[in-house]
Every structure is written in C-alpha cells, then in structure tokens.
C-alpha cells in the first residue's frame, strides 16, 4: 500500500502522542510505502494542480526526526500514484483546506471523505444524527434564544465550530452580576450582558454554537471509544489531575483504561452509520456522565482522532498493528 499522510509534525509537542507513534509504526512497516505531506503545502498555489511534494518515510523514524519532515517535503509525486490518503491534520482546519482536499477524491481514495467532512464539522450535525444519546442541546447564533438555554438550565457549556482540544469549548455560568465565561487556554472572563459575549463564543465566526446542558458529574473524567469502519477498538477515560472540568490530554488530563456499557455500545451502533455511509471511518467517540450516572455522548469526532497509541500502551494489546492492517485491506478493497 502506498499510503500519504498529512499533518503538520510541529502540533505534537510530545513524542508519546498519536499521530508520531503512528508515524514511526507506518516508516517500518513492511507493508506500507509511506509518505508525508505538510498540511501547509495542500493550499500551496506555487505547485502543480495535479502534484504533491512529498517526504518518504522508511525504516526508523525518531521522534526528532519526525519534526523535521517538513523540510523534506520536497519530491513531487502525482496524486493517482497513491492508494489511499489519511489526513491527520489538527483543526481548525486552514480557509479553502477541506475544498480542496475534496477536489483531489474523483483520483484518490481517503480514509475519510474530506467533502463529507465539510458537512460533518458544522455546529448542527451532530445534534442532527444523535439527538436521543445527547444532553439537552441547542445550536444558535442568536444571543436571546442561548441566553433562554442558559436560564433554563443554570450553567451551560458553549462549543465552537471547527475547534479540537478544548480551544474551542467554553464553561458559561452566572456571578458577582456577570457571565463567567471560562476557557481550557484562555482562562475566564466576564461579559456585563450574554450579547457581548456572543461574539466572543463565536470566535470571530458568523456559524452557529453548540450549546449543552452542563453536566455535573464531568470531574469522572471523559471517555474515548475508539471506533473504525464501526468496529470498536477499545476505551479509555481522561481525567484532569487537577479537577478542572476539562479533561483533554491537551490540558492536563491522565489516562485510564475502560469498560464498555451496554448503553455506549447502543449509542454507538444508533449513530455510526451516519458516519460510514458518509465515508466517515476513523471516528471519536467522547463521553461525559450525567446525573444519573449514565455516560452521554458529548461528541463525536471524525476523522483525525487520537487514541490508537493511547490504548495500545493501556492495554497492552497490537492496537496500531490492527490498524495499519485495517488500512492495508481498505486500500485494496
């Protein structure tokens, strides 16, 4: 299989993350020709239409290394020359990004259709296909119809469009005659009105926000179910060290091996399709207990998602191996 990867190298700040483990795994697998493309060079108006600069990557590949595949990034290739395409690009997705990812699939196959990401990544999808495994959720521009959930329910949390890694999601709750408004990066501010906070939700962004019922019980942490093509592969919980209401590995989350409920693996087998049948097969899925000490599903990722290198070193088991040869057998199928 020759398989083309793109992502930027510079995001991972840690060498025991996802996208370099699974790097390093695909430079010396006997199986795969493997090659880098920087997630900058996609929108790259100086190259050809129908070539991409490319890095191969073969045999040991440190976590330095990895960093520097940039710089090599330089041998053109044309597109038919691969079998399959895993773009494992970080959002916010750069302007023009995914269209143009798009216009490549009538000459390569992806792992995920970029022209169904488009669709999956606005704020109203996943209210759309998982309603019935959702807490209470809203999506709105309108400032009065959110500050109407907000009153409703005391303390709401407020998740942008096109955002990963807690940038985007925001705590909202009322005090000292303000909205307290807090942020995983940004730390917390004060808005005198739910008007002026409005924009600031949106992030510069005319698109709609996701509003959800806060649920109180988030400090058990949040769980990862790592689905692929709707086989599961396993599940782990984040918690923060520190008890914030975040619990991203991207803040200060540590990670725990975990058991699948019959309700997770309902709502799983209840929305998956809608992702497979948009070519959609790497996916995400996050949840969060609620009261009642149910988890609820709090999002579902699609695409470039972490986990695979998390559950292998929690569970000891050839995770990225049944990976790479998931991939192997789509590339040919």
């Not at 002026?196 to 058990?220: D, H, T, W």
Request: with cysteine; glycine share 8%.
């Amino acid at each position: 299989m020759k398989l083309l990867t793109i992502c930027n190298p510079r995001s991972y700040d840690k060498p025991l993350l996802d996208i370099p483990i699974f790097y390093q795994r695909l430079a010396a697998h006997p199986r795969v020709d493997f090659f880098h493309l920087p997630t900058d060079r996609v929108l790259d108006p100086r190259k050809p239409e129908d070539k991409i600069p490319v890095a191969p990557v073969r045999g040991e590949l440190t976590y330095e290394a990895f960093l520097d595949l940039n710089e090599l990034a330089k041998p053109e290739r044309r597109l038919d020359q691969f079998d399959l395409v895993f773009c494992r690009t970080l959002k916010p997705f750069p302007q023009g990004y995914l269209d143009r990812l798009s216009s490549w699939e009538p000459q390569i196959k992806f792992v995920n259709s970029p022209t169904n990401k488009k669709e999956q990544i606005e704020p109203d999808f996943l209210l759309k296909v998982a309603a019935p495994f959702l807490p209470e959720t809203i999506v709105t521009s309108d400032w009065q119809k959110a500050q109407s959930f907000f009153e409703a329910h005391g303390t709401i949390v407020a998740k942008q469009y096109n955002s990963c890694g807690g940038r985007g999601v925001f705590k909202i709750w009322y005090q000292n005659g303000c909205f307290q408004i807090d942020n995983l990066l940004a730390g917390t501010r004060e808005f005198a009105n739910f008007s002026a906070a409005m924009p600031y939700l949106q992030g510069g962004s005319n698109k709609p926000v996701q509003f959800i019922r806060y649920l109180k019980r988030v400090n058990e942490g949040d769980k990862r179910i790592v689905v692929v093509d709707g086989e599961i592969y396993g599940a782990y919980i984040r918690r923060s060290k520190s008890g914030h209401w975040v619990n991203n590995v991207s803040g200060d989350g540590e990670s725990f091996l975990a058991e699948i409920a019959p309700e997770e693996r309902e709502a799983i087998e209840g929305t998956v399709e809608h992702y497979r049948s948009r070519g959609l097969l790497t996916l995400g899925y996050d949840f969060l207990m609620d009261e009642g000490g149910t988890w609820r599903i709090s999002e579902i990722n699609a695409g470039n998602v972490g986990g695979f290198a998390r559950l292998e070193l929690l569970s000891q088991q050839p995770v990225m191996e049944r990976l790479i040869s998931w991939l192997v057998g789509f590339a040919s199928s």
